[in-house]
């Protein structure tokens, strides 16, 4: 993918230190980090420590970070990659602190979740790039360890795990894995049986790259369906890269469900979003459409459209337009104020940040208001989540083109922000997704 190798260039890249290494026959090792990694940052916050929208000392919820990073080359730049680094970020007696666990199996983690398999302790489920590896990691006394859920070599150009959700989509009461790879377009239900891991491989499409998996129930008929971001692969040429969005029902036959639900013509989209964002009790499918730019010049810019059971795969409605930008990876839903109406974010590569809310008419298009323009990366990882449990929700941003972790709380209607979490050399990694995890679960104390 020429993409990744360009953007490496422009971004750059560095070694941070602290890099504890392990594969499947010894245990991974984690180090905590002292100084220039984890500490608070206090910077955009002098005020007392009862201002409104300040830190907790302590937090029982905290984030899963995952990374790909990079050492620096002959150059100076940060091209070389470094095995895939995920960071265990919990805040406990008023300090913040980044438990980091790398594997060598992979050089990028596109995803960590927390994951309980039925009957077994929850551990940390993550999808890694080159290799391809899905895993499940569990801390001991001797540090984090990983079970190989899935690894597969695809035969393609790329080898990537790129996407999971969690859900039960086979109606079996267990949850399942659902799963995206680059290049070769497999989606996949990763299912727990007896015997250990079943995977049923839904789809498999050459020259084709999957981004994005959600699931939901848009026809409310009790179903889970799954729906997936398939397009041409990623390139930098300019112009348009044709993809759609896809559903499939595996109780409706699997593979042979497989419906567009998305047309996007020359367009495509690397992010979805399945909920109830409207609250009327249905699900929804938003669908990010990238923009096109051809030299220099945005002709068409980002699109956030909405799509209900019986829209029109040509006829998603648009809600909101980016202007000027051609990127957003990331749109997450969540309740700002905790009036029990949700809002959406949306993360723009280039033009900061936008906060959708619905009007009177959801089908309509939607109130936006800038959040910060002041932040920004290629993937721009965002999401929404409740870690102080005040019933509204943060939202926590990497700004990986300032690498800084920023969480924004609203007070009084507007978005304030704080960093809590930077790196010496913003270059030296790319944020790929940010999770809400217990801290039990992330310090194992
Ligand atoms: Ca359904
Ligand atoms: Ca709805
Ligand atoms: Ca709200
Ligand atoms: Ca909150």
Redesign the pocket.
């Known amino acids: 993918m020429k993409r990744t190798a360009i953007l490496l260039v422009a971004l750059g890249l560095a070694a941070t230190g602290f890099v504890a290494c392990g594969d499947d026959d010894e245990p991974e090792q984690t180090e905590t980090e002292t100084e220039t990694e984890a500490e608070t940052e206090t910077e955009t916050e002098t005020e007392p420590e009862t201002e409104p929208g300040e830190v907790p000392a302590d937090l029982d919820q905290g984030l899963l970070v995952v990374y790909s990073p990079f050492e620096r080359d002959d150059q100076g730049r940060y091209t070389r990659p470094l095995p895939a680094r995920m960071e265990l970020l919990s805040r406990k007696d008023g300090e913040w602190r980044a438990d980091v666990v790398t594997d060598e199996d992979s050089n990028v983690f596109h995803k960590a979740m927390v994951f309980q398999p039925e009957g077994q302790e929850p551990g940390i489920l993550t999808v890694g790039g080159t290799g391809a590896h899905v895993k499940l990691w569990r801390q001991s006394d001797t540090g984090w360890s990983a079970e190989t859920i899935w690894t597969e070599e695809f035969g393609g150009e790329r080898n990537r795990m790129r996407d999971v959700e969690i859900g039960d989509v086979t109606g079996d009461g267990k949850d399942d894995l659902v799963i995206a790879t680059h290049d070769q377009g497999v989606v996949a239900v990763v299912s727990q049986t007896d015997e250990g891991w079943n995977v049923d491989r839904l789809d498999r499409r050459e020259n084709t790259f999957v981004h994005e998996i959600e699931l939901g129930d848009l026809n409310g008929d009790g179903k889970m369906e799954i729906y997936a971001t398939p397009s041409e692969p990623n390139h930098m040429g300019g112009g348009g890269q044709s993809g759609e969005v896809v559903r499939y029902v595996p109780q409706d036959g699997g593979a042979s469900s497989r419906t567009v639900v998305a047309e996007l013509g020359n367009r495509h989209a690397k992010e979805i979003w399945v909920g109830?964002?409207?609250?009327?009790?249905?699900?929804?499918l938003y669908v990010s459409v990238e923009g096109i730019q051809e030299d220099g010049e945005v002709s068409e810019s980002v699109e956030i459209r909405r799509y209900?059971a019986d829209t029109p795969p040509g006829e998603g409605v648009v809600i909101a337009t980016i202007e000027g930008d051609t990127l957003t990876r990331f749109i997450t839903v969540g309740d700002v104020d905790g009036d029990g109406k949700k809002e959406m974010a949306v993360a723009s590569f280039s033009k900061g940040l936008w906060l959708l809310r619905p009007g009177s008419d959801?089908a309509g298009e939607w109130g936006k208001e800038s959040i910060d323009r002041d932040s920004g990366g290629f993937e721009h990882a965002s999401v929404f989540a409740d870690l102080d449990g005040d019933g509204s929700s943060e939202l926590y941003v990497a700004s990986d083109n300032d690498g800084e972790l920023r969480r924004y709380v609203w007070i009084d209607g507007r978005a304030r922000r704080q960093t809590i979490h930077r790196r010496a050399e913003a270059r030296s990694m790319m944020t790929w997704n940010l999770m809400p995890a217990p801290r039990s679960l992330l310090r194992g104390e």
């Open positions: 109830d964002v409207d609250g009327d009790g249905t699900d929804e209900t959801p």
